[in-house]
């Protein structure tokens, strides 16, 4: 933890725990990021660059991938990994039951998992950003329809929500997004509404209300960009879960569909030839739980350094 | 008194919500209902029309969903596409299995983790701390179906150590008295069986609760580390007590408030997770039956199971919500 | 206790020299640097400072609760002449809560919320007191009562299955005061047990230890930064400041007639009632930094009768009479 005033506090338990002078805790968590902090975390530094690796790499993929994850050749059928015996390094990773280069299908699979997760989270905290703002600020009814809503929402264990509006509106890329959309969107209201009703008693609002100041000015200027570091941070940790579930989707056969490359759907195929042909579940699962992983990481360094506060280092 | 009773009528506009979701998300699924229970058969235009007046689909739709409700609620969910028989009926049939494999999940989860979480608060800083950290992270990046997989093939396809799929080996089975095989065997005193049914047991139980046990052991973790630097612990170590006093005591006591009210909302999330370990382990349990159904496009089956899914989930919280009431002096009273 | 008495006697606790440092990732916070006092049976003595002074810090080590990353250095601390800072764990644990006992500053902080006030007091008596443990519950429990109702709660008997949260600020301090005393310890640590309350209740508590203080003949050392309580409830007065201490002596002389111009500061900026209409006068200036220690005296930057030749260390000199002062602008 950064301490940039040394001087301690003669209260023992303050000294012994590593609480953090009284006064501190009425400060409401600005927008402000602690880059040192952030940077200084080595662990979360490597991690948020795989994460903009795997970006990249779903952006590139074609420049990546060294052949058509969708060309099969059936003589190389399951073919081992390079260094094992049948092995090639023309398909380090080997192939699947159709012929196809495992590393390749991983290099484009990366496509699916970073648009998924990236576009439902950027839709769901949009949405989220904005209802719970509104019920958070404006209370009365809108905040019973909303809360109401959220209650009734969050009443669905995750998956079973996904896969049952999954199966009603069928497999896709699109379909996906709003079936993880329709659900992920009531953790960023939540995270929003409460710190809204947090910040609003905080005087620079009052301050701004009291010079006349229009209700929408207020929730977007002075209330949003106090509440956005929280929100990022669970964002941030949303898209890991966001992925999880994709894959978990994908890999029922509700998601992606093959012959369109998914980590998740990957990790299916593979599931026949356990027995024989273990690379071709494992490697795409490797890959899955790399990219999560690393941005669970991240996004714990993420709210480090937003909030020295809580760091448990 | 009055405010759980607050609290459970505050679930009664939840519950009709999600049956209405759950309702209007399979009467709005593309496919006529009747032709695919009827598949292939030859019925004349008239049988169909019976048919279809049976099930009550000529009425508008706000009716059916009152026929909906109340036929739910008396368990009447209408009869499976697939099995011919009523869903009810299939569904129970199914609930032992997934049941036994929850509750040995759950067990694990909480007996492995809670005393893990305690011990790396304690240690805070070490090694041991750290590596528990690092698991646990694991544990949470994990993709749960994969994770199973790998257990398989390296557990059962390669050391062979243990069974790949299913619950029980045929030879083995035991007459059926709570369906629940770790009970069952051992009241007829089969060892063997029983410890066939736990060589099933373990792989499954152990992907199952991987995910769980990681969350519960960072939430006890960090709970512990926040009671921990109370000024309480102090004074209790200023008069001498024992540190497993103080630790177990003092310390656990509190700690626990939160780390249980997560386990209750786990346990509901649990669910979810178990259609896939089913479908992986071939456990033959309502998950995997719901798999299934929604292949065979089974709309009642499905129907029927998520609701009654998501009941136990809303329960669950609805406890998770009370338990951290009652355990809590200070709102309790 | 006359003066002249306490010189005949040997001290119940002794420190000398201590030191206890922190090891933070800003580096070394040497809260207490080089601290010796002395503690006599019966006495009542307070230690007076600001936040950061090292107060707490020095008693704490004296119940061997100092955690990581903090660590007594060197020095040692005397009871009843042992030395404690060579104990175990073990030996420590017969020591706290028995002989000596202490209390902390927020009382519903210091208390466990979740569990029941009975139990509070009784696990002490049964850590601590075989014989009564022997005599079964029922003896604890009346024991329980009496500590309660000597610390002045009403209907003690009925408030014992009670949790701290149900009890008023006032009677949570006496609750952990009945805790502290309940095995009647030899040395009483009370760790601001004002300041946490309302300005009525502070003067029952502190008459309340007075008097419990000459049935027990005990020891009591007062940690504060209030010098009312200081002037009207204890015998002796330290004086701390930046981990050290700065004037030590008998109360009365203290109070009266202040030798460290921190301590006279400290009188000044009391305001008083005769002083209307005048200015307040705080003591200008912060702590020092407790990391980058200069080598001179800690209090210069706020000194007003500073010199050139305050900078070095200053060590600390015995007064004519009984006192001792860490000041060269002093004469003897």
Redesign the interface.
């Known amino acids: 933890m950064k301490i940039t005033n040394t001087i301690p506090s003669d209260n023992i338990s303050e000294i012994n725990g590593d609480k953090i002078d009284p006064s501190e805790e009425k400060t409401v968590s600005l927008f402000s990021i602690n880059m040192n902090n952030f940077l200084s975390n080595r662990l979360a530094v490597v991690a948020s660059l795989i994460v903009i690796f795997a970006v990249i790499v779903s952006i590139f993929s074609p420049f990546f991938a060294m052949h058509d994850p969708n060309k099969t050749d059936l003589f190389i059928r399951l073919q081992p990994p390079a260094w094992m015996e049948g092995g090639d390094w023309a398909h380090p990773l080997g192939a699947d039951h159709l012929g196809r280069d495992i590393l390749s299908r991983i290099i484009f699979g990366t496509r699916v998992s970073i648009a998924v997760g990236f576009s439902v989270i950027f839709i769901a905290t949009g949405i989220g950003i904005f209802t719970g703002l509104i019920a958070g600020y404006l209370r009365g009814k809108f905040d019973l329809v909303i809360s109401t809503i959220v209650d009734i929402l969050l009443g669905f264990p995750y998956l079973i929500f996904a896969i049952a509006l999954m199966a009603a509106m069928g497999p896709g890329f699109l379909n996906i997004i709003l079936a993880l959309v329709y659900k992920e969107w009531v953790i960023p209201c939540r995270v929003v509404r409460g710190e809204t009703l947090v910040v609003k008693e905080i005087e620079y609002v009052e301050a701004a209300q009291a010079i006349g100041a229009s209700k929408l000015h207020i929730m977007l200027k002075e209330i949003l960009p106090n509440i956005l570091s929280p929100v990022i941070v669970v964002a941030t940790t949303r898209m890991a879960t966001v992925i999880i579930l994709e894959s978990s989707l994908s890999f029922l056969g509700l998601g992606i569909q093959p012959p369109t490359a998914s980590w998740g759907n990957m990790v299916a195929d593979g599931r026949e030839f356990m027995l024989e042909a273990w690379w071709v579940s494992t490697f795409a699962g490797i890959a899955i739980l790399i990219l999560v992983l690393s941005m669970n990481i991240a996004s714990l360094g993420l709210r480090d350094a937003f909030d020295p506060r809580f760091s448990e280092t | 008194m009055e405010n759980f009773l607050k609290r459970l009528l ?1 679930l009664v ?3 009709i ?2 049956s209405l ?2 309702f209007l ?2 009467s ?3 496919g006529d209902p009747v032709q695919i229970m009827l598949g292939d058969q030859f019925v004349t235009a008239e049988m169909e029309q019976a048919l279809r007046k049976d099930m009550g689909l000529d009425l508008p739709i706000y009716k059916r969903f009152g026929y909906f409700l109340y036929n739910a609620s008396h368990g009447n969910f209408g009869r499976s596409f697939f099995h011919r028989r009523p869903v009810m009926d299939v569904i129970l049939e199914r609930l032992p299995a997934t049941i036994e494999l929850t509750l040995c999940s759950m067990l694990m989860a909480i007996f492995v983790s809670i005393p893990l979480g305690v011990l790396s608060a304690v240690k805070k ?1 070490t090694v041991y701390d750290r590596s528990s950290v690092v698991t646990a ?2 544990g ?8 199973g ?2 257990l ?2 390296i557990f059962s ?1 390669n050391l062979q150590w243990l069974p790949v799929s299913g619950r029980s080996t045929f030879s083995m089975s035991v007459p059926s008295v709570t369906g629940m095989l770790l009970i069952d065997t051992l009241l007829a005193g089969e060892i063997g069986s029983f410890i066939d049914a736990v060589k099933h047991l373990i792989l499954p139980t152990i992907t199952l609760g991987m995910a769980m046990g990681a969350t519960l052991m960072q939430v006890t973790r ?1 709970s512990m ?1 926040e009671v ?5 612990i ?10 497993f ?1 103080v630790t177990f ?2 310390a656990l ?2 700690a626990l ?1 939160p780390t249980i009210t997560v386990a209750a909302i786990q346990t ?2 649990l ?3 178990n ?2 370990i089913e ?2 382990f071939g456990w033959p349990g309502v998950g995997s039956l ?2 299934q159904a ?2 065979n496009r089974n709309y009642p089956l ?1 129907q029927a199971a ?1 609701l009654i ?2 009941l136990i ?2 329960i669950m ?1 609805f406890t998770a919500d009370i338990l951290y009431t009652v ?4 709102v309790r ?1 | 206790m006359k003066k002249e008495d306490m010189n005949h006697q040997s001290p119940l606790l002794r420190i000398d020299k201590l030191c206890t440092y922190f090891n933070t990732h800003s580096g070394i916070v040497k809260a207490v640097d080089g601290v010796s006092i002395k503690l006599y049976p019966g006495e009542c003595l307070g230690v007076v400072g600001e936040s950061g002074s090292g107060k707490s810090v020095t008693f704490t080590s004296v119940m061997g609760l100092i955690k990581k990353p903090g660590k007594i250095m060197s020095g040692t601390i005397e009871f009843q002449g042992q030395d404690i800072t060579r104990f175990t764990e073990r030996q420590y644990r017969n020591i706290r809560g028995k002989k000596i006992a202490m209390t902390l500053q927020d009382a519903l902080t210091a208390l466990n919320p979740s569990i029941k006030i009975i139990d509070q007091i009784s696990e002490v008596l049964k850590e601590h007191d075989n014989e009564i443990k022997s005599q079964g519950r029922r003896a604890i429990k009346k024991r329980a009562i009496e500590m309660m109702t000597l610390v002045g709660i009403p209907d003690a008997e009925n408030r014992l299955k009670d949790y701290p949260h149900q009890f008023s600020g006032g009677m949570r301090q006496r609750i952990m005061i009945a805790i502290a005393l309940s095995c009647k310890p030899k040395l009483l640590i009370a760790d601001e047990p004002t300041t946490a309350l309302d300005v009525t209740i502070q003067a029952q508590v502190l008459n309340l230890i007075s008097e419990i203080r000459k049935e027990l003949d005990m020891s009591v050392i007062i940690i504060t930064h209030n010098l009312g309580v200081v002037s009207e409830y204890t015998d002796r007065t330290v004086v701390m400041y930046a981990g050290q201490i700065v004037e030590n002596g008998l109360t009365r002389d203290v109070i009266l007639n202040p030798q460290h111009p921190y301590t006279k500061g400290l009188l000044e900026s009391i305001p008083r009632l005769s002083d209307l209409g005048k200015k307040i006068h705080p003591i200008p200036g912060q702590v020092c930094d407790l990391v980058n220690l200069p080598a001179q005296c800690r209090f210069f930057s706020r000194c007003s009768y500073r010199t050139e030749a305050c900078r070095k260390n200053i060590e600390i000199r015995k007064l004519d009479g009984h006192g001792e002062v860490r000041c060269i602008l002093i004469d003897e």
Do not use: C
């Open positions: 505050r506009p939840v519950l919500g999600i979701i759950v998300m399979i709005l699924t593309p800083g992270m694991l949470v990046s994990m993709p749960g179906f994969w994770f997989i790998i398989i093939i396809i960090a580390m921990l630097r109370q000024d309480y102090l004074f209790a170590e200023a008069k001498g007590l024992k540190w006093r005591l003092h006591k509190n408030i509901g999330q669910l979810g997770g259609m896939i479908t992986i719901v798999v929604i292949f499905v998520v899914y998501v989930y809303v919280n355990l809590n002096p200070r009273l």
